[in-house]
């Protein structure tokens, strides 16, 4: 008899992969940048086509494993067509991986194709991968005009297309321009314009990620959700573990407001200052042309990208361009998370706040100024509506102006409450650590949690009902924003992280900041992080693990002045891909890899011919054929299932054996399989090379004694069946 081991699984994967933005459940999307070469990060599953590209806080990955085994490559490039000004042309190619083994792809409605390689269309309107060619591509054109159909409007509203998508725009007291103007526009001299996302379908018989750059053909920049036709100057500033890019087309440098040096510090305070996680790899802010008829002043859109209309000024606690800036702090808000009607004007509350409090901090505005602004909310219409009902908002600003005020209040209140320990920003990075959606009890409960009943209980009368607090004196405002709260550190402690119950070792590598690892997809990953009060007062630490500027989890233990600690968070990562994990100011570059990282190029076993119960000791030569590490969990399958779990770690090129040494109870033949390599062994009860040898029998006897034998066998285990 021979026992044959099944080895082929198809697993189905339906994806939205819109450009510019990176993949937890659908796929893991990560990319190199360059000027014009944009970084996307993770992506979510969808079932259709995007017309905007999905927002999450995931970030822009540091670098891409494109051509791996293990990931779905694709490559977005754009054109701009001058003698077609409202039109641009996107060409997608794809390097598919061995373990897909169907490919579908779905365009956006507006999309009009002119050209595919390796793609037939479908009854359904879709695009099939023939598989004839190893990198299909396909070439269409976009309108790239946009008003207030994308949901953009001047008061600044988070929006949504149905496809949990938020783009959010900024209109406020100082949006002169009206809600009908352009949000985004192509002239055939220059255009800012959205990167256009698709719908992908897999079939894939092991797990594969799906990562994306985005390029330029001609002049211009991107940040993988946005893009910029045109020539531009770009600067750009490493801060805080992120870099922000400033792109100032040629046709902005009259109307910018500021010197772009004088923009791009002011970017970088915002983003030393604010500490709520969240924290984007690559931060893209363009300054556009203010000679058009702009909707809002500003866009926050996709991941990490935005554009501010260039004569926004710096000097205004309006501050357009912290405002957008603050949106992509808020990881809350993304397409696998939320908010609800009830929590939707912590949004632009959020933004408003602390925009006018960065330029207030950083002397940008006087506190007569901040206090003026924040008091607007105490006005009609805007003191007449409830925050948690949005039908009661007779102007669409309210979030914006009541909001401001009330997040205000209820931050001074919980300075005071807990002597300076807590404070908004506490609140808002556990936000940003949250999953599903954001309910109005939620955030009230995190309130109380942070700064006890009477917060709690301001936070129920400001926000769900027409109550409105009083903006506070400059006095006031020194006894709450003046208290100190203790002094942490936190950092890595140790040189691996667990996943699947084995240890995966920290190395250095050329290239990439901090360590690297690799690990196995699907497994919880777990990192050891210390906590040190290093101040002289007693506290609540805020230790934080990021993911790719997503916090992930976190843990807030009460430390006394002079104490340290030290806590396992944890991470499921569940597409390959690569990541930058981040504790404190330190990094970790993890490569996530699927079995199929590890290629098993022998297989061996000795011996090969057994009697049952005798040990056979198999040996696998595994080896690491990529430019980055691999990571798999690898076991020996027999007919009765998996033998033996070997976790692999291979630095690039690195060859390793792995052994196992495995039994077989009753005769017949076996295969052994281990990645793509199998093998077969004999197992007889009496080989006939010993019977020949027994005194007193004959070949005949012996060949008549190994039948009975064989035929007992087979009635014993008929018997135990």
């Known amino acids: 008899m021979k026992h044959l081991v099944p080895v082929l699984l198809i697993a189905i994967l339906v994806v939205?992969?819109?450009?510019?933005?990176a993949g937890a459940a659908g796929g893991t999307v990560t990319d190199s940048s360059d000027h014009g070469v944009a970084p996307t990060g993770p992506t979510q599953a969808t079932g259709g086509a995007s017309d905007v590209p999905i927002r999450n806080h995931l970030g822009a990955p540091a670098a891409s494993i494109g051509g791996s085994d293990d990931v779905l490559h694709r490559t977005?490039?754009?054109?701009?067509?001058p003698d077609r000004p409202g039109e641009f042309e996107t060409e997608k190619t794809f390097d598919v991986p061995d373990p897909v083994v169907s490919l579908e792809i779905d365009l956006e409605s507006r999309a009009t194709v002119v050209g595919a390689e390796g793609f037939e269309e479908t009854a359904d309107g879709t695009y099939r991968w023939t598989e004839v060619v190893d990198e299909p591509s396909i070439r269409f054109t976009m309108p790239a005009n946009r008003t207030g159909d994308v949901g953009h409007h001047a008061g600044g509203s988070a929006v949504g297309d149905g496809f949990g998508v938020s783009t959010f725009s900024h209109g406020g007291e100082s949006a002169a321009r009206g809600g009908d103007g352009y949000t985004f526009v192509e002239t055939g001299e220059w255009g800012i314009v959205r990167v256009p996302g698709i719908s992908v379908s897999l079939q894939q018989t092991s797990s594969v990620g799906v990562d994306e750059t985005v390029r330029i053909d001609g002049p211009g920049a991107t940040g993988g959700d946005l893009a910029f036709f045109g020539e531009v100057s770009e600067y750009e500033r490493p801060v805080a573990g992120e870099t922000i890019r400033l792109v100032v087309p040629e046709a902005a440098e009259a109307d910018l407001a500021a010197a772009p040096e004088t923009i791009l510090e002011t970017l970088a305070w915002g983003s030393e200052r604010l500490d709520v996680g969240a924290r984007s790899d690559d931060v893209f802010v363009?300054?556009?042309?203010?000679?058009?008829?702009?909707?809002?002043?500003?866009?926050?859109?996709g991941d990490s990208d935005a554009w501010v209309v260039a004569d926004s000024p710096l000097e205004h606690p309006a501050n357009v361009w912290l405002h957008e800036y603050v949106h992509v702090r808020q990881g809350y808000t993304g397409d696998d998370v939320g908010t609800t009607s009830e929590t939707q004007w912590l949004v632009e509350a959020q933004a408003e706040y602390y925009a006018a409090t960065l330029a207030f901090e950083k002397g940008l505005i006087e506190f007569d100024e901040f206090s003026r602004f924040l008091a607007g909310g105490e006005r009609s219409p805007y003191a007449d509506a409830a925050l948690a009902d949005p039908d009661t908002w007779t102007d669409d600003r309210t979030d914006y102006v009541k909001g401001r005020l009330?997040?205000?209040?209820?931050?001074?209140?919980?300075?005071?409450?807990?002597?300076?320990?807590?404070?908004?920003?506490?609140?808002?990075?556990?936000?940003?650590?949250?999953e599903g959606t954001l309910t109005g009890e939620a955030y009230l409960e995190l309130l109380e949690q942070a700064g006890g009943e009477t917060v709690r209980s301001a936070a129920e009368r400001y926000v769900r009902s027409d109550e409105t607090p009083t903006m506070w004196s400059q006095a006031d405002h020194a006894a709450a924003f003046?208290?100190?709260?203790?002094?942490?550190?936190?950092?890595?402690?140790?040189?691996?992280?667990a996943a699947g119950g084995e240890s995966w070792p920290l190395t250095e590598r050329d290239g990439h900041d901090g360590k690297t690892t690799a690990v196995p997809v699907d497994e919880p990953v777990s990192v050891p992080v210390r906590l040190d009060n290093v101040g002289d007062r007693d506290g609540t630490a805020d230790a934080t693990l990021e993911v790719d500027g997503r916090v992930v989890d976190y843990t807030q233990p009460h430390l006394e002045a002079g104490e340290e600690e030290t806590a396992n968070l944890t991470w499921t990562p569940d597409e390959p891909g690569e990541y930058t994990l981040r504790i404190g100011d330190e990094t970790v570059t993890v490569f996530v890899r699927s079995d199929a990282s590890v290629h098993v190029a022998d297989l061996d076993l000795e011996p090969t011919e057994v009697r049952p119960d005798e040990p056979v000791t198999a040996t696998a030569t595994v080896e690491n054929p990529d430019e980055v590490p691999a990571a798999a969990v690898l076991e020996f399958r027999t007919h009765e299932g998996g033998v033996g779990d070997h976790p692999v770690f291979l630095e690039p090129g690195e060859t390793a054996t792995i052994t196992e040494e495995l039994l077989f109870d009753?005769?017949?033949?076996?295969?052994?399989?281990?990645?793509?390599?199998?093998?077969?062994?004999?197992?007889?009860?009496?080989?006939?090379?010993?019977?020949e040898q027994v005194?007193?029998?004959?070949?005949?006897?012996?060949?008549?004694?190994?039948?009975?034998?064989l035929v007992a066998a087979r009635i014993d285990r008929a018997r135990r069946r």
């Not at 977005?76 to 067509?81: A, G, M, N, V």
């Not at 807990?418 to 808002?428: H, K, Q, S």
């Not at 033949?669 to 062994?681: D, F, H, K």
């Open 16 to 21: 939205s992969l819109p450009a510019g933005v």
């Open 76 to 81: 977005t490039t754009l054109r701009q067509l």
């Open 286 to 301: 363009v300054a556009v042309p203010a000679d058009l008829e702009w909707g809002p002043q500003g866009v926050q859109y």
């Open 406 to 434: 009330v997040y205000g209040e209820l931050d001074r209140q919980l300075r005071l409450a807990t002597d300076g320990d807590r404070t908004a920003e506490d609140v808002f990075r556990v936000l940003n650590a949250g």
């Open 482 to 497: 003046d208290l100190q709260g203790a002094t942490f550190e936190y950092g890595l402690d140790g040189d691996a992280l």
């Open 666 to 691: 009753a005769d017949g033949e076996y295969e052994v399989v281990i990645g793509e390599q199998s093998a077969t062994v004999v197992v007889q009860t009496t080989p006939p090379a010993e019977l």
């Open 695 to 709: 005194p007193g029998f004959g070949l005949a006897a012996a060949v008549l004694a190994l039948s009975v034998a």
